[in-house]
């Protein structure tokens, strides 16, 4: 067996370097191009026409701070004050929420009679930043902005939404 010049011993050493790197990369990307897919698959979410969800159903939700009282993604979940249900059974009403889309039209006329408004600030971790969800409490129904700025209309009691114990 020869011996292999420097030049060669050079070259090996630089495309060993980078094939290292992108293996070292490779997982990252892989994990990248699969979150896409389930990105794209997850728009075509199967509720009727005309009724749209609160939140992705596959979002990571570490919490959902209320202006009176925060929930907690634990096992179970997690409040910092007192509730007529459980946590986790709450955390699930408004993670499973979903309701008729209003138009632009629909939202201008109801807009003078919009007052109080209150904001849902939905966790995700430290790595993306929170949604910031817009809510009203009108006569008839609560009127919610989800995760995409879309207006949707719930028709529920405020005990079902907002379970407070006295």
Do not use: C
């Amino acid at each position: 067996m020869g011996r292999i010049s420097r030049r060669t011993f050079n070259n090996i050493l630089i495309i060993g370097t980078l094939v290292f790197i992108a293996m070292m990369h490779l997982p990252d990307y892989i994990r990248a191009k699969l979150a896409e897919n389930s990105a794209s698959q997850e728009v075509a979410q199967v509720l009727p026409d005309g009724v749209i969800a609160l939140v992705p159903e596959s979002a990571a939700i570490k919490a959902l701070q209320f202006p009176q009282f925060t929930l907690t993604q634990g096992l179970p979940w997690q409040t910092d004050r007192p509730l007529d249900v459980s946590a986790t059974e709450l955390a699930n009403r408004w993670l499973n929420l979903s309701g008729t889309e209003i138009s632009a039209e629909m939202f201008e006329q109801l807009k003078p009679g919009l007052h109080s408004p209150s904001t849902l600030v939905v966790d995700l971790g430290h790595e993306f930043e929170p949604y910031r969800l817009t809510y009203y409490e009108l006569p008839q129904f609560w009127l919610i902005q989800n995760w995409e700025k879309r207006w949707l209309a719930v028709s529920v009691e405020p005990n079902y939404l907002f379970p407070l114990s006295n």
